[in-house]
Structure formats: structure tokens, C-alpha cells
């Protein structure tokens, strides 16, 4: 079975400031792992995708096998940063199946 | 590039009835999933179609059933609707892993 945790439901930091979220997983084969975001009154968007290693709007991500996590990061949270995030892993078809964490609301104060 | 594309946007329904959720995937995919959201939740993964043919099914009853048609654009029906079917239900379209899926705005389904 494979499944995501996201331990922090909510996340306040100050604007400046740098920011984890946090993502475990539990997958028996090879993971693929993402970042959704939620901005309000938005649709659910691609953040991030582990195996690009890109570094978007400032976030990175890095997949450590050994702790099974996927932890989001950013050096310097911007107010625009308030949102939904969502840890995903893929997993299942060819296709993509994707097992949501329950979501961190990141709220960044001026 | 069209994004995924949803109706209706809300839709409130009474215990009993029956339901069809439309989605029309983004220009490119070839593939459609369905999350069911429930308030305070993260999606939940419903089933996924491709080539017209169901490719794999979360943990939902037989009474949720899908289609794809030949554009790829996808319904999603629920019979005999329970209280707990109320959420927002979500497609998402994709082309090969690992790109990632791409979500429409979602149907906020209210049972009553």
C-alpha cells in the first residue's frame, strides 16, 4: 500500500523567513514524487516534480530514499507563498495514480 | 493550450439520485483521472481511463462507473448517491509518467 504523510496541517512563518513542509511516503517500489499547490480560489497546480530537480517560484525538493521524505523548501518565504500544498506520489499504472498527503496551509505574515 | 475544463461547477443532488460529471482533458493528453476531495481532505484517487478503457480503480464502489470518449474527454457517474458522496470531485489529464497530472477546477457535489 502506499501512502503520504503530511504531518503539519497548518504552517505560519514570517515574510523572509525560510520554510519546510514536510512529506513522508511509504511505497514499496521506486517513488515518484510531487508538489501541488493550491492558491485560494485556484485550481490545484504542479509545483514540482522530484525527477525534474527544478527549483520553482524558489521551492526545491529533494527525494531521500533512506528517510522515505520529499520535504518542500524555500530559503526566503514571500506573502504570495500563502497557500495549500499537497505531497503526491505516483504510483500504480502507466499512467499516474496519484496518493495525496492530507495538505499543509502555509500562511506567510508581512 | 486549453486546460482542463469542468461541468457543472456545483451541482446539489438528493439521496438516491443519480449524478454525471463532464471533463474535457487538456489539448495533448490522452488520459483522465478522477479525485473525489471531501472538505479538509487531499484528493482521492477514483479510477483513471485511457484509450476509452478504465486503467486501474481506487478503493470506490462499483456505483461510481466512468467513460472516455474517442476526444478523451471523460464522465464521471455516481448512482444511488449517499450522503457521503458530498465533496468535490476533480479531473485531471495526463499524457506519459512522469509528467505529472493536470487538474481541471472540479463539480462541488452536495448530497442531501
Not at chain 2, 487538456?26 to 484517487?45: D, E, K, R
Not at chain 2, 466512468?66 to 478523451?72: A, I, S, V
Amino acid at each position: 500500500a502506499q501512502r503520504v504523510t503530511q504531518p503539519e496541517k497548518l504552517l505560519s512563518v514570517f515574510k523572509g523567513a525560510p520554510v519546510e513542509l514536510k512529506c513522508n511516503y511509504s511505497y514499496s517500489g521506486s517513488p515518484e514524487l510531487f508538489w501541488y499547490v493550491q492558491y485560494s480560489r485556484q485550481r490545484l497546480q504542479l509545483l514540482l516534480r522530484h525527477i525534474s530537480r527544478e527549483s520553482i517560484k524558489g521551492f526545491t525538493a529533494d527525494l531521500n530514499k533512506g528517510e522515505t521524505s520529499f520535504h518542500l523548501k524555500k530559503p526566503f518565504a514571500q506573502e504570495e507563498d500563502s497557500a495549500m500544498y499537497y505531497c503526491a506520489l505516483d504510483g500504480g499504472t502507466s499512467y499516474g495514480k496519484l496518493t495525496f498527503g492530507q495538505g499543509t496551509i502555509l500562511t506567510v505574515h508581512p | 493550450e486549453t486546460g482542463v475544463t469542468q461541468s457543472p461547477t456545483h451541482l446539489i443532488k438528493t439521496r438516491g439520485q443519480q449524478v454525471t460529471l463532464r471533463c474535457s482533458s487538456q489539448s495533448g493528453h490522452n488520459t483522465v483521472s478522477w479525485y473525489q476531495q471531501a472538505l479538509g481532505q487531499g484528493p482521492q484517487f477514483i479510477f483513471q481511463y485511457y484509450r476509452e478503457e478504465e486503467n486501474g480503480r481506487g478503493n470506490f464502489p462499483p456505483r461510481f462507473s466512468g467513460l472516455q470518449f474517442p476526444n478523451y474527454s471523460s464522465e464521471l457517474n455516481v448512482n444511488a448517491l449517499e450522503l457521503d458522496d458530498s465533496a468535490l470531485y476533480l479531473c485531471a489529464s495526463s499524457s506519459r509518467r512522469p509528467n505529472g497530472q493536470f487538474f481541471g477546477p472540479g463539480t462541488r457535489l452536495t448530497v442531501l
